[in-house]
């Protein structure tokens, strides 16, 4: 079956540092979701991207959707502590459904 | 604003009880889901159901079984709970057409003594 792929599991960065988090899928996706999950909280989504080589802005948050679309990113400049939480990405599960077959997240910790 | 239910936010229960998991949403979504949220593995999809009395298994369902009566309403039934069920359960809805965004509920944490 489809799998997603995400790196790193974890990411510890200084407060105003950068972060990167990766996504690579084993077959061509029609689109990519974002999800971010704050601790004790419940997985909330970000945002979905579904053009080949698309590249959407919110605030600090840049997400990138692959050429081959097999592949995305999450960048956050400047992190800050609210920042905190693990960002998953999440493909179609099957052809017509509205299954997700999510990653197993990135982790990140924002020391202030 | 989309809202999704869990019945309880903390379980306990013990090894061979029955246990029964409650979700409801109040967007009339046709789709909902039962997943798994263990550490290192991400979220894992346990059932689905695409309308009332309709279920499909996802990737993790042995142990579990699931009840859709009302289109509201979403079940997650463990039959006889073994400690290595012991987990964070979500509930999520989908609408049917457009995005295909996924509301999540509170979650359930369950453990099994």
């Known amino acids: 079956g489809q799998q997603v792929m995400q790196i790193p599991q974890y990411q510890h960065v200084q407060e105003g540092e950068d972060f990167t988090t990766y996504c690579n899928s084993s077959?061509?996706?029609?689109?990519i979701q974002w999800y971010k999950q704050r601790p004790g909280g419940h997985p909330v989504f970000l945002i979905q991207?579904?053009?080949?080589?698309e590249v959407k802005k919110q605030k600090r948050l840049t997400f990138q959707f692959g050429e081959a679309k097999k592949n995305s990113s999450l960048h956050i400049t400047a992190t800050q502590t609210t920042d905190v939480g693990t960002y998953f990405c999440?493909?179609?599960?099957?052809?017509?459904?509205?299954?997700?077959?999510f990653g197993k997240g990135t982790k990140l910790s924002v020391i202030p | 604003d989309v809202k999704v239910t869990q019945s309880s936010r903390y379980l306990v229960k013990r090894t061979g009880e029955k246990v029964f998991l409650e979700c409801v949403q109040d967007?009339?979504?046709?789709?909902m889901f039962w997943y798994r949220q263990d550490p290192g593995l991400g979220l894992r999809l346990i059932y689905f159901?695409?309308?009332?009395?309709?279920?499909e298994k996802g990737d993790i369902p042995e142990g579990y079984s699931v009840s859709r009566e009302k289109k509201e309403r979403f079940s997650l039934i463990l039959e006889s709970a073994s400690t290595n069920q012991t987990s964070m359960y979500l509930c999520?809805?989908?609408?049917?057409?457009?995005?295909?965004?996924?509301?999540f509920g509170p979650g359930t944490r369950l453990t099994v003594l």
């Open positions: 999440a493909g179609p599960g099957g052809a017509g459904s509205y299954q997700l077959t």
């Open positions: 077959t061509t996706l029609s689109n």
């Open positions: 991207l579904v053009k080949s080589g």
């Open positions: 967007m009339d979504h046709e789709n």
């Open positions: 159901s695409y309308d009332v009395k309709m279920k």
């Open positions: 999520a809805s989908i609408w049917t057409s457009g995005y295909n965004e996924q509301f």
